[in-house]
């Protein structure tokens, strides 16, 4: 077992990037919420599922609070154990500006181009739509502090690394700037136990359950928020 005094956490660059897809691939390999919007798995297409995260990273690298942990002593220091990406808060009164407006076209188009090149794969499209409402009705509801929230969109710790503190240190990066700054933030679990268990100890509280219903099928994420702390 790694001792989590050697976990360096940085910004995560372009060459960590297939390090950070495994991951991803790894840690949400039995997800429900995987396992819900990629229903028919003889259709899974893990190649374009790469080419999608690997857009998204890029996005995240240019838009979000996107970290990565390595163990700095290891024999494959470069290793990606896990990683954290976060959506930065926006205060109510302001209005997205030209240059995010640009970005979120950009990472349209590359994802209409993917769909062109390799088609869906796997993707049900109608339950990414049943998700995306159902996600946008939880947020405006749940949403209602004037500083915005930082939003946990994506954290995953390697299978044989997770249980060692590397998710707390990748928290810990954007907690302390959240408690330093009075802001909340939030997340949405796609598993009951044990993750609910695990954001409670990074001092999150369950507000609500966001039930995806797709004719009786239903895939349940569980939204939580964290108040701003004040240092001991
Ligand atoms: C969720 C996840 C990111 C947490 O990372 P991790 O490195 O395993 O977590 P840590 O070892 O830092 O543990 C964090 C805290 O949760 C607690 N914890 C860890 N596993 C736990 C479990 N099974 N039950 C209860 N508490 C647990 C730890 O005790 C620790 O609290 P402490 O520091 O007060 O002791 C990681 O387990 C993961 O990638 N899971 C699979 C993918 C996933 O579900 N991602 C999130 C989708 S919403």
Redesign the pocket.
Not at 161 to 170: P, Y
Not at 187 to 191: G, K, N, Q, T
């Given at each position: 077992m790694m001792p989590t005094s050697t976990i360096s956490i940085s910004p995560l660059r372009e060459e960590d990037i297939p390090g950070a897809v495994d991951a991803i691939q790894e840690?949400?390999a039995e997800?429900p919420y995987n396992l819900w919007v990629y229903n028919d798995r003889s259709k899974l297409n893990l190649n374009r599922n790469r080419v999608s995260l690997g857009i998204r990273c890029r996005w995240g690298i240019r838009n979000a609070l996107f970290y990565v942990a390595k163990d700095l002593v290891s024999d494959e220091k470069d290793k990606v154990l896990?990683i954290a990406m976060w959506i930065p808060p926006r205060q109510t009164k302001l209005k997205k500006t030209w240059g995010e407006w640009l970005e979120g076209w950009k990472l349209w188009c590359q994802q209409v181009g993917m769909n062109v090149w390799y088609g869906r794969g796997g993707l049900n499209v109608k339950r990414y739509y049943i998700w995306k409402q159902r996600q946008a009705e939880a947020q405006s509801e749940i949403w209602t502090d004037p500083k915005g929230y930082y939003f946990c969109n994506v954290?995953?710790?390697l299978p044989e690394?997770?249980?060692?503190?590397?998710?707390?240190?990748?928290f810990r990066e954007v907690t302390q700037k959240a408690d330093a700054e009075g802001r909340r933030c939030y997340?949405?679990?796609?598993?009951d136990e044990?993750?609910t268990?695990?954001y409670e100890?990074?001092g999150f509280h369950f507000v609500k359950q966001m039930d995806c219903d797709d004719g009786g099928d239903v895939c349940q994420l569980y939204c939580m928020v964290r108040e701003p702390q004040s240092p001991l």
């Open positions: 840690a949400f997800d896990g954290i995953v710790v690394a997770q249980g060692k503190g590397i998710g707390r240190a990748l997340l949405e679990s796609s598993r044990p993750n268990k695990i100890a990074m």
